[in-house]
């Protein structure tokens, strides 16, 4: 189960870092208005949020990149506190603006945390 709880922290840091990619650089192109079905008046006037948000989003993927490789002694403690930062992202992202978030952030962040936690072991 801890290397089942890893892969996942791992999948969901590289998420993170896909959607910082996405806020960050490719905002107002055609695939980061595809991503976020955004029109091109909207993507351009919200482009300084977004590269905001992406950057928050990438102090996420951060923190569970850290929790991979940081001393055994914080590893648990550590993948915890980060996956349920972006759970709780997740689920405000998906009540306020746009259902699809808690599917596509909420839900793995959720199952991870869970995986996390069963596994019990610092690693």
Not at 30 to 54: D, I, K, W, Y
Not at 90 to 119: C, D, E, M, N, R
Request: glycine content about 8%; hydrophobic content about 60%; overall charge positive.
């Amino acid at each position: 189960m801890s290397l089942v709880a890893r892969l996942l922290v791992l999948l969901i840091a590289l998420e993170h870092v896909g959607i910082l990619v996405i806020e960050m650089f490719f905002w107002n192109t055609p695939f980061g208005q595809r991503s976020f079905n955004l029109t091109p008046e909207f993507a351009a006037q919200s482009a300084v949020l977004a590269a905001n948000q992406g950057l928050y989003n990438g102090f996420l993927a951060a923190g569970l990149f850290w929790s991979l490789i940081a001393p055994k002694t914080m590893r648990h403690a550590l993948k915890l506190f980060f996956l349920g930062c972006v759970l709780v992202a997740g689920l405000y992202g998906g009540l306020t603006s746009k259902t699809s978030i808690l599917f596509v952030q909420a839900l793995p962040a959720a199952i991870a945390l869970a995986a996390v936690y069963l596994a019990r072991d610092p690693d």
